[in-house]
């Protein structure tokens, strides 16, 4: 916590004016933690902090009950200053069992405090957590580096609804109210946005809305009656550029971002989507607007999700299949066909660890390569990646503008990290949003009134004709085609021909972007940090430090993964050295490396979890040396 | 109705207007000619303009039936036929779509597809060529190969034991299942009318041999040496006769029995009527294929074996939107961008 005044209000509390605060949520996956941590959110985000959260869950749904495979966490870093990553390291635990606390103490800074549900840390729990027998941590003085709260919050919650008519099992559902109560009152954030919402929530079970809002507010009161806690915490709103915002996650910013290119495009929106973790959110968000002029379609399975796309796209719609890596690799088939049909698909990769199943509810980078090469013959495809939470949405929206304008499949990487993980977003207004231009063939283009499906024009892109328009019946198909005519070809230079056209309308793309230029930093230099995806927040942070600090340092983060942007081989040999950060084994710096024979060098991390700013200050502080 | 008068105002075409300027190249001989024929032959009489229709198809000999007709079409990859189909009688309900498939394409590498598209019934029609071997990779068993197929990839003999197409889409809740074959025009193209007028998926079966790699495997059905006694023409509301009108099917209880209607005591008002609608019924008689009742083993059914009215899946899909929409409104994408929770810095 970065504070800045501190002054005492009385009761012998002390008020810190914080600039920003580390708050790590973490319990059993039944005790509710995602709740409280987003309710904590988007109370900070509404009165004005800017913020960044890390939503951290295990892949099983109910992993056995009080062991650290079962531990759930969020994090939330909010401030008065802008904040670009969930923090490294926190400045509060809140740990509701003794799992939590073994999982998530050694991330907690030293002196940071820790709020405890007692109750999580009998025999049972100690036991189940893998303390050896006898060994209390709240006991036995292992944590006198940090102020520790041991509160009995499962009793309190009964004692609370005692009488209110509801069973034990839904009483004791309640007790993460009570901690967020008691939360609210530390950091010093009204319960007003949490009533309301548990109102909505509840609205037909009056019974349930008034014990969670009893248990919320006796969480509060907790904090204020009793002398227990010396000191409260404020964070101010923060100064961020003038505008409405609005708090988003990254899968619902694509799912917003998809309704968005419907209407820029007027292209009906047809999503085929297989349910897999981290992207099923996507089709849940989508499957809401309905009335939007977006159709989706729960399909029997990967492949039939993107053909269902192919087919829409094909009938003149915007096709869209969302996924993750296993579903990739099953879909990788069909979009050999959509590539050779050139014909607009949005294929939308939300990036897990892999492979196989690998591990689902964490991050990583690891398909970049696969969406570079991962398709049989030559077939490239452009590739769009999206830096946070809310720049999902202009990914998306730059994805469906380069499928339909260039007449291509586009794959839009995003990962687990920002897919689940939520930012204040000042968003557009409709009028501040380019149209995505949309032409349909309507009349023959070739000698006598043939139409010549595979004519190209300046961009190399051919016509889209649609089933329906008179005069213009063609077939496309999956075999080689001629020229112009799209009939079936075996002829060996025109294959080579078409290979080559095919290629340099992704190519030509770049005519089309935006030229690489440093997010922070000098365009020259010692070193420059070339970032991609969801890496953005950590590496800016950390080279914003590093500025201030009088490093001479860049930042140069790409959307634009294939084609690059013109300028990025000349941008990059202007620095002595490219650091290359990633969550992975080093893939974008092989690619780099191999286009531009610039010295990258590789930061991996492949632990499924995001960078932290100080692991890139490091390695930055490393080499300037 | 007013596309109707409109389609009747405009020339009617001809089959020849539904051939494209493709040279088709199956081999001399092949099924495949004889079907291509039948759908270019009905196609007129459908009065649907050419542009509103779409042949979607997946790979294999069958699948190259796209490339004949002048219409829209897309030759797809194997198996996938029937999710691209899905997709687009999705996003445009107005389209007249018709799959192209064969025994390998629909049922095995494409088998969880066509199962879901029969649960999920878009009205589309879905033609499998069965040949009972793959052909374009030169002669390996099917899936509707017989136990025992000597075939490049089962010198020995299959072990496994086929499919029976009518029982698989009956199963998956297909609401028109239907049988045909290459050799008998007239009535291929009768099947394929009522698949066109079936609202929903219409599976149609149609034999087709393959000269090269598994000729004559339903003579049995189409030559006239044995196709009475192999084979039972169903019709809706028509007694189950066949042997030219010599024999019939009655049911005792839910066993079929064939009687000899030359024999004693056997008329022909005992006989099992055809209802198409009668699900049970339809089970039984999908089963006149390799199931034997009393040692006895029972002639192949075709025509329409059942057909169901029941929602169809873009209905659906259209039906829930311009409900939403009457009750909620469409909201503005400015609604859509700012959400319910926002706030503001000055």
Same mark, same amino acid.
């Given at each position: 916590?970065?504070?800045?005044?501190?002054?005492?209000?009385?009761?012998?509390?002390?008020?810190?004016?914080?600039?920003?605060?580390?708050?790590?949520?973490?319990?059993?996956?039944?005790?509710?933690?995602?709740?409280?941590?987003?309710?904590?959110?988007?109370?900070?985000?509404?009165?004005?902090?800017?913020?960044?959260?890390?939503?951290?869950?295990?892949?099983?749904?109910?992993?056995?009950?009080?062991?650290?495979?079962?531990?759930?966490?969020?994090?939330?870093?909010?401030?008065?200053?802008?904040?670009?990553?969930?923090?490294?390291?926190?400045?509060?635990?809140?740990?509701?069992?003794?799992?939590?606390?073994?999982?998530?103490?050694?991330?907690?800074?030293?002196?940071?405090?820790?709020?405890?549900?007692?109750?999580?840390?009998?025999?049972?729990?100690?036991?189940?957590?893998?303390?050896?027998?006898?060994?209390?941590?709240?006991?036995?003085?292992?944590?006198?580096?940090?102020?520790?709260?041991?509160?009995?919050?499962?009793?309190?919650?009964?004692?609370?609804?005692?009488?209110?008519?509801?069973?034990?099992?839904?009483?004791?559902?309640?007790?993460?109210?009570?901690?967020?109560?008691?939360?609210?009152?530390?950091?010093?954030?009204?319960?007003?946005?949490?009533?309301?919402?548990?109102?909505?929530?509840?609205?037909?079970?009056?019974?349930?809305?008034?014990?969670?809002?009893?248990?919320?507010?006796?969480?509060?009161?907790?904090?204020?009656?009793?002398?227990?806690?010396?000191?409260?915490?404020?964070?101010?709103?923060?100064?961020?550029?003038?505008?409405?915002?609005?708090?988003?996650?990254?899968?619902?910013?694509?799912?917003?971002?998809?309704?968005?290119?419907?209407?820029?495009?007027?292209?009906?929106?047809?999503?085929?989507?297989?349910?897999?973790?981290?992207?099923?959110?996507?089709?849940?968000?989508?499957?809401?607007?309905?009335?939007?002029?977006?159709?989706?379609?729960?399909?029997?399975?990967?492949?039939?999700?993107?053909?269902?796309?192919?087919?829409?796209?094909?009938?003149?719609?915007?096709?869209?299949?969302?996924?993750?890596?296993?579903?990739?690799?099953?879909?990788?088939?069909?979009?050999?066909?959509?590539?050779?049909?050139? =014909?607009? *698909?949005?294929?939308?990769? %939300?990036?897990? !660890?892999?492979?196989?199943?690998?591990? /689902? +509810? @964490?991050?990583?980078?690891?398909?970049?390569?696969?969406?570079?090469?991962?398709?049989?013959?030559?077939?490239?495809?452009?590739?769009?990646?999206?830096?946070?939470?809310?720049?999902?949405?202009?990914?998306?929206?730059?994805?469906?503008?380069?499928?339909?304008?260039?007449?291509?499949?586009? =794959?839009? *990487?995003?990962?687990?990290? %920002?897919?689940? !993980?939520?930012?204040?977003?000042?968003? /557009? +207004? @409709?009028?501040?949003?380019?149209?995505?231009?949309?032409?349909?063939?309507?009349?023959?283009?070739?000698?006598?009134?043939?139409?010549?499906?595979?004519?190209?024009?300046?961009?190399?892109?051919?016509?889209?004709?649609?089933?329906?328009?008179?005069?213009?019946?063609?077939?496309?198909?999956?075999?080689?085609?001629?020229?112009?005519?799209?009939?079936?070809?075996?002829?060996?230079?025109?294959?080579?021909?078409?290979?080559?056209?095919?290629?340099?309308?992704?190519?030509?793309?770049?005519?089309?972007?935006?030229?690489?230029?440093?997010?922070?930093?000098?365009?020259?230099?010692?070193?420059?940090?070339?970032?991609?995806?969801?890496?953005?927040?950590?590496?800016?942070?950390?080279?914003?430090?590093?500025?201030?600090?009088?490093?001479?340092?860049?930042?140069?983060?790409?959307?634009?993964?294939?084609?690059?942007?013109?300028?990025?081989?000349?941008?990059?040999?202007?620095?002595?050295?490219?650091?290359?950060?990633?969550?992975?084994?080093?893939?974008?710096?092989?690619?780099?490396?191999?286009?531009?024979?610039?010295?990258?060098?590789?930061?991996?991390?492949?632990?499924?979890?995001?960078?932290?700013?100080?692991?890139?200050?490091?390695?930055?502080?490393?080499?300037?040396? | 109705?007013?596309?109707?008068?409109?389609?009747?105002?405009?020339?009617?075409?001809?089959?020849?207007?539904?051939?494209?300027?493709?040279?088709?190249?199956?081999?001399?001989?092949?099924?495949?000619?004889?079907?291509?024929?039948?759908?270019?032959?009905?196609?007129?009489?459908?009065?649907?303009?050419?542009?509103?229709?779409?042949?979607?198809?997946?790979?294999?000999?069958?699948?190259?039936?796209?490339?004949?007709?002048?219409?829209?079409?897309?030759?797809?990859?194997?198996?996938?036929?029937?999710?691209?189909?899905?997709?687009?009688?999705?996003?445009?309900?107005?389209?007249?779509?018709?799959?192209?498939?064969?025994?390998?394409?629909?049922?095995?590498?494409?088998?969880?597809?066509?199962?879901?598209?029969?649960?999920?019934?878009?009205?589309?029609?879905?033609?499998?060529?069965?040949?009972?071997?793959?052909?374009?990779?030169?002669?390996?068993?099917?899936?509707?190969?017989?136990?025992?197929?000597?075939?490049?990839?089962?010198?020995?003999?299959?072990?496994?034991?086929?499919?029976?197409?009518?029982?698989?889409?009956?199963?998956?809740?297909?609401?028109?299942?239907?049988?045909?074959?290459?050799?008998?025009?007239?009535?291929?193209?009768?099947?394929?009318?009522?698949?066109?007028?079936?609202?929903?998926?219409?599976?149609?079966?149609?034999?087709?041999?393959?000269?090269?790699?598994?000729?004559?495997?339903?003579?049995?059905?189409?030559?006239?040496?044995?196709?009475?006694?192999?084979?039972?023409?169903?019709?809706?509301?028509?007694?189950?006769?066949?042997?030219?009108?010599?024999?019939?099917?009655?049911?005792?209880?839910?066993?079929?029995?064939?009687?000899?209607?030359?024999?004693?005591?056997?008329?022909?008002?005992?006989?099992?009527?055809?209802?198409?609608?009668?699900?049970?019924?339809?089970?039984?008689?999908?089963?006149?294929?390799?199931?034997?009742?009393?040692?006895?083993?029972?002639?192949?059914?075709?025509?329409?074996?059942?057909?169901?009215?029941?929602?169809?899946?873009?209905?659906?899909?259209?039906?829930?939107?311009?409900?939403?929409?009457?009750?909620?409104?469409?909201?503005?994408?400015?609604?859509?961008?700012?959400?319910?929770?926002?706030?503001?810095?000055?």
């Amino acid at each position: 916590m970065e504070s800045i005044v501190e002054q005492n209000v009385g009761h012998d509390t002390t008020l810190i004016e914080a600039e920003s605060i580390v708050i790590r949520f973490s319990g059993d996956s039944g005790d509710g933690m995602q709740l409280t941590g987003t309710q904590f959110t988007d109370t900070a985000a509404f009165f004005g902090n800017d913020l960044s959260t890390f939503p951290e869950f295990p892949a099983e749904i109910r992993a056995p009950i009080g062991t650290t495979a079962g531990v759930s966490g969020f994090q939330v870093n909010f401030g008065s200053k802008e904040i670009f990553t969930p923090g490294d390291e926190y400045d509060v635990l809140v740990a509701m069992n003794a799992a939590a606390l073994k999982v998530d103490l050694p991330r907690l800074k030293r002196g940071g405090i820790i709020i405890t549900n007692t109750a999580g840390f009998d025999k049972k729990n100690l036991g189940l957590a893998g303390f050896p027998d006898g060994v209390n941590p709240l006991e036995d003085g292992s944590l006198e580096d940090y102020t520790v709260h041991k509160i009995d919050v499962t009793k309190f919650t009964k004692e609370c609804l005692a009488g209110s008519g509801l069973g034990m099992k839904e009483i004791e559902r309640s007790k993460n109210m009570f901690v967020l109560g008691l939360l609210f009152w530390m950091f010093d954030e009204p319960m007003e946005y949490t009533i309301n919402f548990i109102n909505e929530k509840f609205a037909k079970k009056q019974d349930i809305a008034d014990a969670n809002i009893k248990t919320l507010k006796a969480g509060w009161n907790f904090g204020d009656h009793t002398e227990i806690f010396t000191t409260r915490f404020h964070v101010a709103p923060a100064k961020l550029p003038k505008g409405t915002y609005r708090n988003i996650s990254g899968n619902h910013a694509t799912a917003i971002g998809l309704v968005a290119a419907a209407e820029l495009s007027g292209l009906p929106l047809f999503l085929g989507s297989y349910p897999i973790t981290p992207a099923s959110d996507v089709l849940h968000e989508l499957s809401k607007y309905k009335t939007s002029n977006v159709k989706t379609f729960q399909a029997e399975d990967e492949i039939a999700a993107i053909c269902a796309a192919i087919g829409a796209s094909y009938g003149g719609g915007l096709g869209v299949t969302t996924t993750s890596g296993p579903g990739m690799s099953l879909k990788t088939e069909a979009l050999g066909l959509a590539t050779i049909l050139e =014909i607009p *698909l949005l294929v939308i990769n %939300i990036q897990r !660890g892999g492979p196989s199943t690998g591990l /689902p +509810t @964490k991050t990583e980078q690891s398909d970049l390569m696969q969406a570079m090469y991962g398709r049989h013959g030559e077939g490239p495809l452009p590739i769009v990646a999206a830096s946070s939470p809310a720049d999902c949405f202009n990914t998306v929206l730059e994805a469906a503008r380069i499928a339909v304008e260039h007449m291509t499949p586009v =794959i839009c *990487l995003t990962d687990g990290y %920002i897919a689940n !993980g939520s930012e204040p977003w000042r968003f /557009p +207004t @409709k009028d501040q949003l380019l149209p995505i231009n949309v032409t349909f063939a309507t009349e023959p283009n070739g000698p006598n009134g043939t139409f010549l499906p595979y004519k190209r024009d300046e961009k190399l892109s051919r016509p889209w004709a649609k089933p329906g328009t008179k005069g213009l019946m063609h077939r496309i198909g999956g075999l080689e085609k001629a020229q112009e005519t799209g009939n079936v070809s075996y002829d060996a230079k025109n294959h080579e021909a078409m290979t080559k056209l095919r290629a340099a309308k992704i190519e030509k793309i770049a005519d089309y972007i935006p030229l690489a230029a440093p997010d922070s930093g000098k365009s020259t230099g010692k070193l420059a940090v070339l970032g991609w995806g969801s890496t953005s927040g950590a590496i800016k942070t950390a080279v914003r430090e590093l500025l201030e600090e009088g490093y001479d340092v860049a930042h140069i983060h790409l959307r634009h993964m294939n084609p690059f942007p013109k300028n990025l081989g000349e941008l990059l040999s202007g620095y002595e050295h490219v650091l290359i950060p990633e969550m992975n084994c080093g893939q974008l710096s092989q690619l780099i490396r191999a286009k531009y024979l610039v010295p990258a060098e590789s930061l991996s991390k492949v632990q499924g979890l995001p960078f932290t700013t100080s692991e890139l200050k490091n390695k930055i502080l490393e080499i300037l040396k | 109705m007013t596309t109707i008068i409109e389609q009747e105002a405009a020339p009617k075409l001809t089959a020849k207007d539904f051939a494209s300027n493709q040279e088709v190249k199956w081999c001399p001989g092949c099924g495949d000619y004889s079907i291509l024929k039948q759908v270019q032959t009905v196609f007129p009489d459908f009065g649907i303009p050419k542009e509103d229709i779409v042949f979607i198809s997946g790979i294999g000999c069958a699948a190259r039936f796209t490339y004949y007709m002048d219409t829209y079409g897309m030759h797809s990859i194997h198996g996938r036929a029937a999710a691209i189909a899905s997709g687009l009688k999705g996003l445009n309900p107005k389209l007249s779509v018709w799959v192209v498939s064969g025994d390998g394409d629909a049922f095995s590498i494409g088998g969880n597809h066509f199962i879901h598209l029969m649960r999920k019934n878009f009205d589309l029609n879905y033609l499998v060529f069965n040949n009972q071997i793959y052909g374009l990779t030169k002669g390996q068993y099917s899936p509707t190969s017989e136990k025992g197929k000597v075939a490049k990839s089962t010198p020995y003999g299959s072990v496994e034991e086929p499919f029976n197409p009518s029982e698989l889409a009956l199963g998956a809740k297909c609401s028109f299942v239907s049988r045909s074959l290459d050799r008998d025009p007239k009535h291929m193209q009768m099947v394929l009318k009522r698949a066109h007028e079936h609202k929903g998926t219409s599976f149609v079966e149609i034999y087709q041999n393959c000269p090269v790699f598994n000729d004559g495997t339903f003579f049995a059905f189409s030559e006239k040496e044995t196709k009475q006694e192999q084979s039972i023409y169903l019709e809706h509301g028509k007694p189950l006769l066949f042997s030219n009108g010599t024999k019939g099917i009655k049911l005792d209880g839910t066993r079929p029995v064939i009687v000899n209607l030359n024999e004693n005591g056997n008329s022909a008002s005992d006989l099992w009527i055809h209802d198409e609608h009668d699900k049970t019924k339809a089970h039984i008689i999908a089963g006149f294929f390799d199931t034997e009742y009393d040692g006895v083993h029972f002639p192949r059914p075709f025509g329409v074996i059942y057909s169901e009215d029941r929602p169809t899946c873009e209905d659906g899909m259209e039906q829930q939107i311009a409900e939403l929409t009457a009750r909620k409104g469409k909201p503005s994408l400015d609604k859509i961008l700012s959400g319910d929770k926002t706030w503001t810095i000055l």
